[in-house]
């Protein structure tokens, strides 16, 4: 379980057999971090296999390289990580369970003074999930959805997101890891699916 708000950006160290082995380089501390934990790697919930002390390794499932943009890493790119909660942690974003449910693609991007306004393209399978103030998780980033429709939806960034994240980097065209709201998902499967 995560939260959604990022404490590092790592860098892609070693990509290894089509992606399904990926080695992060990283400023988390990973002395306690034991084999077989946690880590969202923009927002995708990726196993620990190995470790150094400033590297980990994770291996990826065919399912999470056909989800997610884990498919599309390239060694030097850039990822949000975060480690997952322990039981005391403020609950600074969401609930983040770092299970993607597809990716969605930015249409635009505006400036506003020094924050920024993303609009993506909703994928139509997911547009149920998402309404205006609720809550949404873009490449590990727990984020509140300004407008959402059946088309687009829109997310505000603040100064510090822009400068903790990898959002500065996102333009137009820029595919992105998208997990929905845990309740949303709960929700909409008690009213439309009989049990």
Known sequence: MFTGIIQDIG???ALEGGNRVVRIGTRLPLGDVVLGASIACSGVCLTVVRKTESDFTAELSPETLAKTTAATWTVGGQLNLERP?????ELGGHLVLGHVDGCC???ARHEDGPNAVCVFQ???DL???LAPKGSVVLDGISLTLVEADRDHFSV????HTLSVTTASTWAPGRRV???VDVLARYVDRLLTKAL
Do not use: K, Q, S, Y
């Not at 909660?85 to 942690?89: Q, S, T, V």
């Not at 505000?156 to 100064?159: M, R, T, Y």
């Open 156 to 159: 505000a960034l603040i100064p």
């Open 127 to 129: 547009a149920r999930f």
């Open 11 to 13: 860098t892609v160290r």
């Open 122 to 124: 909703t994928p139509p």
């Open 85 to 89: 909660l322990r039981l005391g942690d």
């Open 105 to 107: 693609e930015m249409h």
């Open 177 to 179: 890891n998208l997990e």
